[in-house]
């Protein structure tokens, strides 16, 4: 199976706190799981990365916590500010092939001030 | 921004006209991609290009054909258009020129509404 499941569809988080957005993938094949930033009118932009050799990667506020045996990974905003707010696509697929890329169905986050 | 040129932006037709959408880059990357937008589907791969002349069925591949007759175009048609075919389409090329990462670039996107 090729599926990557994303969850939850939409996310309201007061400013200042935590967003946290899973996904769940199937194929044990996937070596790579790319986050994506869309805003609106904008086409997604590559946020964070990580590969299966560790279980974390942070850059700045944004962390991607990664389960190999659960095949779930997901990723946290800390200190979640109004200029975080967009559509989240997790992704997973073959790290030396960009075609075999699949994206989970969005996260669209709105940050409250 | 990663130097990649969408046309049109937004392009409204009618059921069965043919539609061409064009994605123009000017960094030279060999690995070139269409993508589709829907609410609920996330982004799904419809074809792509791994060079001049050279390319692939993505996911949903049925009723587009595409073409690339130089490094830095890649066009996508639609022979027949059908309003299952309104969507947010975006192109987008690799992050290297020699590599495949896996890293993709977007441009930003073209809106098609099939009436």
């Known amino acids: 199976q090729q599926q990557v499941k994303q969850s939850p569809q939409s996310l309201i988080v007061q400013k200042g706190g935590i967003s946290i957005i899973n996904c769940a993938y199937e194929?044990?094949?996937?070596?790579?799981f790319p986050w994506y930033q869309q805003f609106p009118g904008k086409g997604p932009a590559l946020l964070i990365a990580?590969?299966?050799?560790?279980s974390e990667k942070k850059e700045g506020r944004f962390t991607i916590s990664f389960n190999k045996s659960a095949k779930q990974f997901s990723l946290h905003i800390m200190d979640s500010q109004p200029g975080d707010s967009a559509t989240y696509f997790c992704?997973?697929?073959?790290?030396?092939?960009?075609?075999?890329?699949?994206f989970g169905s969005g996260t669209r986050l709105s940050i409250r001030p | 921004d990663a130097g990649i040129t969408q046309s049109p932006r937004h392009k409204v037709t009618e059921t069965g006209t043919p539609v061409t959408l064009r994605c123009h880059q000017t960094e030279n990357h060999r690995y070139m991609y269409w993508y589709r937008q829907d609410p609920g589907h996330g982004l799904r791969l419809i074809h792509y290009?791994?060079?001049?002349?050279?390319?692939d069925k993505g996911e949903v591949s049925d009723g587009y054909s595409v073409s690339r007759s130089k490094t830095e175009d890649f066009l996508l048609t639609l022979e027949s258009a059908t309003s299952s075919q309104t969507s947010v389409y975006f192109c987008?090329?690799?992050?290297?020129?020699?590599?495949?990462?896996?890293?993709?670039?977007f441009g930003e996107g073209s809106r098609l509404t099939v009436l």
């Open positions: 992704a997973a697929g073959i790290y030396s092939s960009a075609s075999k890329i699949i």
């Open positions: 194929n044990t094949a996937f070596d790579y």
């Open positions: 987008a090329i690799s992050g290297a020129d020699r590599a495949n990462t896996g890293e993709l670039f």
């Open positions: 290009s791994y060079g001049v002349k050279d390319t």
């Open positions: 990580i590969r299966p050799d560790v």
